[in-house]
C-alpha cells in the first residue's frame, strides 16, 4: 500500500521510537537497580543517567539535588518529564491511537492495555524492593508489544516506517549509553581508581542492552573495554548494535524505493551512506575507544539527519514542495525528531 | 443489600419489549424470558462488569479531557438485550427506506425548483429563513440524487406497541458502531443467551457503506477512492470514525491531510498527492470550508465547496440536509411523503404542534402541563421540557420563552416510551429505550437489520442521549421460528 497518509507514516516512526525509548529506559533502570543495590546509597550512583538524557538542568528547576528516589520518579512515573517511561508509553498509545484504522486490532489491544496498567504508577511500584520488578514488567509489555506487532502487522510501508522509528531510536540509545558510560569510567581512571578494568561495571553495561549471553559466547571470559565497545557498535549479529541497526535501516529504505517506488527514499539513503561510511572507519580505527565521544556524537548527528530526511520526503511533503517553488515555509507540526528527552517535547496531537 | 432478582421485574404498565403489552397472558418472548430467568442476577452483573472491562482494553470509548489527563469512559453497555420480531422488522425497514426517499426527495426539490413551496405544502420561511438552508447548494444535483447517504431514524413505541418517527437525523448521525460492537460483545459475553436464535447479522455494515458510497463516486468512477473525514481525536465520537475507516478499509483523513487543486480533492500520502473522490465526512457543515462557512474552522478544507460543486468530490451526507431534519420541517412529514411519494407514511409522527401557528401555539399554552417543549434548533436532548414532569416555575418560564419565540418551538404530547428490562444499581427494572435504525443509500436504500437501542439508565428518565446518562443494548432482529 503506498497510499499510506504522510500523517500515518509519521505516527507509526513515533509509535516505533517511543516504543523503543520506552524498553531501553526500563532496562536501563531495572539493570541500575540490581547494580546499585549494596553499592551506594547516593544519587550520585544515577545521576549519570541524567548525563545519558541530557537532563541535569530539566531536574535540578523540580527536584535539586538528585536522590535515587527523585531521578526514578523523573523517568519512571513523571508525566511532566517528557521522556519518563509513562510520557513515552502515553506518546506511544497516542501515535498508535491515531493508527487504529490501520494496525490490527491486536496490536492496539495491547498497547492500550499496557497504558491503562502503568499510566498512573502506585508509589508502591516504584520503592526500592519493588523497583526492578515494576521496570522489568514494563520491560515484558514492550517486548510483548514488539512481538505483537511482528506477528500480526502487514508487512507494506507502514510496517517500514515503524521499523524505521524504532531501529533509529535503538542505534541512538546505544550510541548515548556508550558515549557517557565510557566518559564515567574514563574520569574514574583519571581518579585512579580501579577505572576501565572493573569487571562489574562492563558486565552492567552489557546487562543494560540485552547483549551480556552473546558477548559471553563470542568472547569467552574476556570483559576489557575495547572489546565490549567494539562488540556493541560493530557485531554484525546483535539485534541493538549500531552496525545491526544501520543495515536494517538500510534494508527498509531500499524496500521502499524498489518495491514501492516512494522516490524520496532516495534522500534518506544518501544520508544512511554517511552512517555506513562513518561506521567504516571508525571499524579500522586504532584510537576508536580514546575518540568514542566524537565518533558518537557523529553517529547522533547523523541519525537525526536521516530522521530530517523522512520528514521531508514522507512525513510533510506539503513544505517540501513549496520549498522547491520558494513559497513561504510554515513551521511543521511534526513530533520533534532529535532523540533522548528533548526530543520528546512536542506531540504532533495539538 | 441484595439486588433484586429477575423474576420480580414489574413493567410498570408501559410496554415492554420483553414481555409485550402491560397485562398480557403470556411473554412476547417467552422462551428468551425464562432462559433470563434462569440466571442468576449476580451472575448477570458478573458477567456484565467483565464485558465493560473489556470495552475499556479495546478502546471502544470517548475521552473526556481535562486540563491534567484524557479519560476515557465507555458509553453504558447493559446486557440484556432488546429484541424486535421478524415482522416488526419488516414494518420499520419499509418505514424506514419510505422516509429517506421521501427526505432526498425533498432535498432535491428544495436545492432544486423549490415545487414543494410553491404549491403551499411547506411555508417558504420554515425553509429558506432556516439556518440550515444552504443556499451555496441551490442548484447542485448529487450523484444519484442522493444527498442523505446514510440517516438515522429515531423511534419509539406507544403503550400499544405502534412505532413512531420522533426524530429524522439527516445530518451526521452517529451510533452505528455500538450496534457493531455491542453484538460482538453480547457474542463473547452471552454465546448461551443467543444460542439457537438467528439473530440476523450487523457485521456487513462497513462493506455495504462502502459499496453505497462508491456508487455516488463522480462520474461513475469504478474503484473510487473513498476516505472518511473526522475531526481528529479529540472529537467525542473519534472511536466510530475509527471504527468504520477500519471496517471499510479506508484512510481516516483529517482536514490537514487534504489540499484543493483546480477544484479536484487530493491527500498527502507518501508516494504524493492522491485524488480523492468520495468524502464521508463527519465534520458539520459550518466546519468544512473557511472559504464559505464559518471561517475560523482549521478542520476543514479550503476549497472544498467549489470542489462539490464541480461534481470532483461527493460528500456524504451532502452540504445543507440539515433544513429536512429540522424539528419544524418534522411536522410536516407525513404530507411531505404523500406529496413526493402518493403514500401514507409507513411510519406515522408523533403528533406535533408547531407554535409558529397560533392555534398550536393556544393550544401549547392551555395545555402546558400535559405536554413536551421542545427547542426546534437543539440536539442531544437539550433544552427539552416535559410539563408533566416540571415544576411550577418552570412551566412558566417555558410559557414566557414561547410567547417570546413561538417560532423556536414545537410540541408533541407526552409518549410513554416502551421499556426493556435492564440491569440498574437496583437489579432489574423497566428503564425507557427508543430505536435508531441507520439506513445507508447510493443508488438504493439499505436499511442495517436492528440499529441501536438506547435506553435511559436513570430511574424513569425518558430521556435516552448519551451526553444525558443514557446507555445502548444490542438489538436483535430474531427469526420467528426460533429457537
Same mark, same amino acid.
Given at each position: 500500500?503506498?497510499?499510506?497518509?504522510?500523517?500515518?507514516?509519521?505516527?507509526?516512526?513515533?509509535?516505533?521510537?517511543?516504543?523503543?525509548?520506552?524498553?531501553?529506559?526500563?532496562?536501563?533502570?531495572?539493570?541500575?537497580?540490581?547494580?546499585?543495590?549494596?553499592?551506594?546509597?547516593?544519587?550520585?550512583?544515577?545521576?549519570?543517567?541524567?548525563?545519558?538524557?541530557?537532563?541535569?538542568?530539566?531536574?535540578?528547576? !523540580?527536584?535539586?539535588?538528585?536522590?535515587?528516589?527523585?531521578?526514578?520518579?523523573?523517568?519512571?512515573?513523571?508525566?511532566?518529564?517528557?521522556?519518563?517511561?509513562?510520557?513515552?508509553?502515553?506518546?506511544?498509545?497516542?501515535?498508535?491511537?491515531?493508527?487504529?484504522?490501520?494496525?490490527?486490532?491486536?496490536?492496539?489491544? +495491547?498497547?492500550?492495555?499496557?497504558?491503562?496498567?502503568?499510566?498512573?504508577?502506585?508509589?508502591?511500584?516504584?520503592?526500592?524492593?519493588?523497583?526492578? $520488578?515494576?521496570?522489568?514488567?514494563?520491560?515484558?509489555?514492550?517486548?510483548?508489544?514488539?512481538?505483537?506487532?511482528?506477528?500480526?502487522?502487514?508487512?507494506?510501508?507502514?510496517?517500514?516506517?515503524?521499523?524505521?522509528?524504532?531501529?533509529?531510536?535503538?542505534?541512538?540509545?546505544?550510541?548515548?549509553?556508550?558515549?557517557?558510560?565510557?566518559?564515567?569510567?574514563?574520569?574514574?581512571?583519571?581518579?585512579?581508581?580501579?577505572?576501565?578494568?572493573?569487571?562489574?561495571?562492563?558486565?552492567?553495561?552489557?546487562?543494560?542492552?540485552?547483549? +551480556?549471553?552473546?558477548?559471553?559466547?563470542?568472547?569467552?571470559?574476556?570483559?576489557?573495554?575495547?572489546?565490549?565497545?567494539?562488540?556493541?557498535?560493530?557485531?554484525?549479529?546483535?539485534?541493538?548494535?549500531?552496525?545491526?541497526?544501520? !543495515?536494517?535501516?538500510?534494508?527498509?529504505?531500499?524496500?521502499?524505493?524498489?518495491?514501492?517506488?516512494?522516490?524520496?527514499?532516495?534522500?534518506?539513503?544518501?544520508?544512511?551512506?554517511?552512517?555506513?561510511?562513518?561506521?567504516?572507519?571508525?571499524?579500522?580505527?586504532?584510537?576508536?575507544?580514546?575518540?568514542?565521544?566524537?565518533?558518537?556524537? +557523529?553517529?547522533?548527528?547523523?541519525?537525526?539527519?536521516?530522521?530530517?530526511?523522512?520528514?521531508? $520526503?514522507?512525513?510533510?511533503?506539503?513544505?517540501?514542495?513549496?520549498?522547491?517553488?520558494?513559497?513561504?515555509?510554515?513551521?511543521?507540526?511534526?513530533?520533534? +525528531?532529535?532523540?533522548?528527552?528533548?526530543?520528546?517535547?512536542?506531540?504532533?496531537?495539538? | 443489600?441484595?439486588?433484586?432478582?429477575?423474576?420480580?421485574?414489574?413493567?410498570?404498565?408501559?410496554?415492554?419489549?420483553?414481555?409485550?403489552? @402491560?397485562?398480557?397472558?403470556?411473554?412476547?418472548?417467552?422462551?428468551?424470558?425464562?432462559?433470563?430467568?434462569?440466571?442468576?442476577?449476580?451472575?448477570?452483573?458478573?458477567?456484565?462488569?467483565?464485558?465493560?472491562?473489556?470495552?475499556?482494553? *479495546?478502546? #471502544?470509548?470517548?475521552?473526556?479531557?481535562?486540563?491534567?489527563? /484524557?479519560?476515557?469512559? #465507555?458509553?453504558?453497555?447493559?446486557?440484556?438485550?432488546?429484541?424486535?420480531?421478524?415482522?416488526?422488522?419488516?414494518?420499520?425497514?419499509?418505514?424506514?427506506?419510505?422516509?429517506?426517499?421521501?427526505?432526498?426527495?425533498?432535498?432535491?426539490?428544495?436545492?432544486?425548483?423549490?415545487?414543494?413551496?410553491?404549491?403551499?405544502?411547506?411555508?417558504?420561511? *420554515?425553509?429558506?429563513?432556516?439556518?440550515?438552508?444552504?443556499?451555496?447548494?441551490? %442548484?447542485?444535483?448529487?450523484?444519484?440524487?442522493?444527498?442523505?447517504?446514510?440517516?438515522?431514524?429515531?423511534?419509539?413505541?406507544?403503550?400499544?406497541?405502534?412505532?413512531?418517527?420522533?426524530?429524522?437525523? @439527516?445530518?451526521?448521525?452517529?451510533?452505528?458502531?455500538?450496534?457493531?460492537?455491542?453484538?460482538?460483545?453480547?457474542?463473547?459475553?452471552?454465546?448461551? *443467551? *443467543?444460542?439457537?436464535?438467528?439473530?440476523?447479522?450487523?457485521?456487513?455494515? %462497513?462493506?455495504?457503506?462502502?459499496?453505497?458510497?462508491?456508487?455516488?463516486?463522480?462520474?461513475?468512477?469504478?474503484?473510487?477512492?473513498?476516505?472518511?473525514?473526522?475531526?481528529?481525536?479529540?472529537?467525542? /465520537?473519534?472511536?466510530?470514525?475509527?471504527?468504520?475507516?477500519?471496517?471499510?478499509?479506508?484512510?481516516?483523513?483529517?482536514?490537514?491531510?487534504?489540499?484543493?487543486?483546480?477544484?479536484?480533492?487530493?491527500?498527502?500520502?507518501?508516494?504524493?498527492?492522491?485524488?480523492?473522490?468520495?468524502?464521508?465526512?463527519?465534520?458539520?457543515?459550518?466546519?468544512?470550508?473557511?472559504?464559505?462557512?464559518?471561517?475560523?474552522?482549521?478542520?476543514?478544507?479550503?476549497?472544498?465547496?467549489?470542489?462539490?460543486?464541480?461534481?470532483?468530490?461527493?460528500?456524504?451526507?451532502?452540504?445543507?440536509?440539515?433544513?429536512?431534519?429540522?424539528?419544524?420541517?418534522?411536522?410536516?412529514?407525513?404530507?411531505?411523503?404523500?406529496?413526493?411519494?402518493?403514500?401514507?407514511?409507513?411510519?406515522?409522527?408523533?403528533?406535533?404542534?408547531?407554535?409558529?401557528?397560533?392555534?398550536?401555539?393556544?393550544?401549547?399554552?392551555?395545555?402546558?402541563?400535559?405536554?413536551?417543549?421542545?427547542?426546534?434548533?437543539?440536539?442531544?436532548?437539550?433544552?427539552?421540557?416535559?410539563?408533566?414532569?416540571?415544576?411550577?416555575?418552570?412551566?412558566?418560564?417555558? /410559557?414566557?420563552?414561547?410567547?417570546?419565540?413561538?417560532?423556536?418551538? #414545537?410540541?408533541?404530547?407526552?409518549?410513554?416510551?416502551?421499556?426493556?428490562?435492564?440491569?440498574?444499581?437496583?437489579?432489574?427494572?423497566?428503564?425507557?429505550?427508543?430505536?435508531?435504525?441507520? @439506513?445507508?443509500?447510493?443508488?438504493?436504500?439499505?436499511?442495517?437489520?436492528?440499529?441501536?437501542?438506547?435506553?435511559?439508565?436513570?430511574?424513569?428518565?425518558?430521556?435516552?442521549?448519551?451526553?444525558?446518562?443514557?446507555?445502548?443494548?444490542?438489538?436483535?432482529?430474531?427469526?420467528?421460528?426460533?429457537?
Amino acid at each position: 500500500m503506498t497510499d499510506l497518509l504522510s500523517r500515518y507514516a509519521e505516527s507509526l516512526f513515533w509509535f516505533g521510537r517511543y516504543l523503543e525509548r520506552t524498553t531501553c529506559l526500563a532496562r536501563l533502570l531495572e539493570v541500575q537497580t540490581s547494580f546499585d543495590r549494596g553499592r551506594s546509597n547516593s544519587g550520585n550512583a544515577w545521576s549519570w543517567i541524567l548525563t545519558l538524557y541530557d537532563d541535569h538542568d530539566r531536574f535540578r528547576e !523540580t527536584y535539586g539535588e538528585p536522590t535515587t528516589s527523585t531521578v526514578i520518579r523523573f523517568y519512571v512515573a513523571d508525566p511532566k518529564n517528557l521522556g519518563s517511561i509513562v510520557a513515552s508509553i502515553r506518546a506511544a498509545r497516542e501515535n498508535a491511537r491515531t493508527l487504529r484504522a490501520v494496525i490490527p486490532m491486536d496490536l492496539w489491544h +495491547q498497547v492500550n492495555v499496557f497504558y491503562n496498567r502503568f499510566r498512573d504508577p502506585s508509589p508502591a511500584m516504584l520503592v526500592d524492593q519493588r523497583l526492578s $520488578h515494576t521496570c522489568q514488567l514494563i520491560k515484558k509489555e514492550c517486548y510483548a508489544l514488539e512481538g505483537v506487532a511482528d506477528a500480526t502487522l502487514y508487512r507494506d510501508v507502514a510496517w517500514s516506517f515503524f521499523q524505521l522509528g524504532l531501529l533509529i531510536e535503538r542505534a541512538d540509545q546505544m550510541s548515548r549509553l556508550l558515549d557517557v558510560r565510557f566518559a564515567q569510567m574514563r574520569d574514574q581512571a583519571d581518579s585512579a581508581q580501579d577505572g576501565l578494568g572493573d569487571f562489574g561495571f562492563w558486565s552492567v553495561l552489557l546487562r543494560s542492552v540485552a547483549a +551480556q549471553q552473546a558477548y559471553l559466547r563470542i568472547h569467552p571470559g574476556r570483559r576489557d573495554p575495547e572489546s565490549v565497545a567494539k562488540f556493541l557498535i560493530f557485531d554484525p549479529a546483535l539485534p541493538r548494535s549500531i552496525v545491526f541497526c544501520s !543495515t536494517q535501516l538500510e534494508h527498509l529504505v531500499h524496500g521502499l524505493r524498489r518495491d514501492y517506488g516512494l522516490r524520496g527514499a532516495t534522500n534518506v539513503l544518501q544520508k544512511l551512506d554517511d552512517v555506513r561510511q562513518l561506521l567504516d572507519i571508525a571499524s579500522n580505527d586504532q584510537n576508536l575507544v580514546r575518540e568514542l565521544h566524537s565518533f558518537n556524537d +557523529q553517529v547522533q548527528r547523523d541519525l537525526g539527519a536521516v530522521t530530517n530526511e523522512l520528514a521531508t $520526503h514522507f512525513f510533510n511533503p506539503i513544505q517540501a514542495q513549496s520549498e522547491d517553488s520558494g513559497d513561504v515555509v510554515t513551521p511543521g507540526q511534526s513530533q520533534s +525528531q532529535g532523540s533522548g528527552t528533548n526530543a520528546t517535547q512536542n506531540q504532533s496531537q495539538t | 443489600m441484595p439486588l433484586k432478582p429477575l423474576s420480580e421485574y414489574d413493567q410498570n404498565g408501559f410496554y415492554c419489549e420483553m414481555l409485550g403489552e @402491560a397485562g398480557a397472558t403470556e411473554a412476547k418472548l417467552s422462551q428468551l424470558w425464562e432462559r433470563l430467568v434462569s440466571y442468576d442476577t449476580q451472575e448477570l452483573e458478573d458477567r456484565a462488569s467483565e464485558a465493560t472491562g473489556e470495552l475499556l482494553d *479495546l478502546g #471502544i470509548t470517548f475521552t473526556v479531557y481535562s486540563e491534567r489527563d /484524557a479519560i476515557d469512559r #465507555i458509553l453504558p453497555f447493559d446486557i440484556i438485550p432488546r429484541v424486535l420480531s421478524a415482522a416488526d422488522w419488516q414494518h420499520i425497514e419499509a418505514g424506514v427506506i419510505q422516509r429517506v426517499t421521501a427526505l432526498n426527495l425533498l432535498l432535491q426539490d428544495l436545492y432544486g425548483d423549490g415545487k414543494i413551496v410553491r404549491d403551499g405544502v411547506l411555508p417558504g420561511e *420554515l425553509i429558506y429563513g432556516n439556518a440550515n438552508f444552504r443556499k451555496e447548494m441551490v %442548484g447542485y444535483q448529487p450523484p444519484c440524487g442522493t444527498f442523505v447517504h446514510v440517516a438515522g431514524v429515531d423511534l419509539i413505541r406507544d403503550d400499544d406497541g405502534s412505532f413512531l418517527v420522533l426524530e429524522d437525523n @439527516a445530518r451526521t448521525p452517529s451510533g452505528v458502531s455500538y450496534v457493531v460492537e455491542n453484538r460482538h460483545l453480547m457474542q463473547r459475553a452471552f454465546p448461551d *443467551l *443467543l444460542a439457537g436464535y438467528t439473530v440476523r447479522s450487523v457485521s456487513e455494515y %462497513g462493506e455495504r457503506l462502502h459499496e453505497k458510497l462508491s456508487e455516488v463516486a463522480p462520474k461513475n468512477k469504478d474503484d473510487p477512492t473513498v476516505v472518511l473525514l473526522s475531526p481528529g481525536v479529540f472529537n467525542s /465520537a473519534y472511536f466510530e470514525h475509527i471504527f468504520l475507516a477500519r471496517e471499510m478499509g479506508i484512510p481516516l483523513v483529517e482536514g490537514r491531510d487534504l489540499t484543493i487543486k483546480d477544484d479536484c480533492v487530493f491527500m498527502q500520502t507518501v508516494a504524493g498527492m492522491k485524488r480523492v473522490d468520495v468524502i464521508y465526512r463527519r465534520i458539520d457543515d459550518d466546519f468544512l470550508d473557511p472559504d464559505v462557512f464559518n471561517p475560523d474552522s482549521a478542520l476543514g478544507v479550503r476549497g472544498l465547496v467549489r470542489a462539490v460543486l464541480a461534481g470532483n468530490v461527493c460528500l456524504a451526507n451532502a452540504i445543507g440536509t440539515g433544513v429536512a431534519d429540522d424539528k419544524a420541517v418534522y411536522a410536516y412529514m407525513p404530507r411531505i411523503v404523500q406529496y413526493y411519494l402518493g403514500e401514507e407514511a409507513i411510519l406515522p409522527n408523533v403528533e406535533t404542534h408547531i407554535c409558529r401557528e397560533p392555534e398550536a401555539l393556544a393550544y401549547t399554552l392551555d395545555n402546558l402541563d400535559k405536554l413536551v417543549v421542545k427547542p426546534v434548533g437543539a440536539s442531544g436532548g437539550y433544552g427539552i421540557v416535559i410539563g408533566p414532569k416540571a415544576s411550577r416555575a418552570e412551566l412558566e418560564q417555558c /410559557a414566557a420563552q414561547l410567547k417570546a419565540a413561538p417560532e423556536e418551538y #414545537i410540541s408533541q404530547p407526552m409518549i410513554n416510551l416502551s421499556v426493556s428490562p435492564t440491569l440498574t444499581d437496583d437489579g432489574v427494572a423497566p428503564c425507557h429505550v427508543d430505536l435508531r435504525p441507520f @439506513a445507508v443509500t447510493g443508488r438504493e436504500t439499505w436499511v442495517l437489520p436492528g440499529g441501536l437501542t438506547r435506553v435511559a439508565m436513570k430511574r424513569g428518565s425518558i430521556i435516552v442521549n448519551s451526553s444525558q446518562g443514557g446507555g445502548t443494548k444490542d438489538t436483535w432482529v430474531i427469526d420467528e421460528t426460533s429457537p
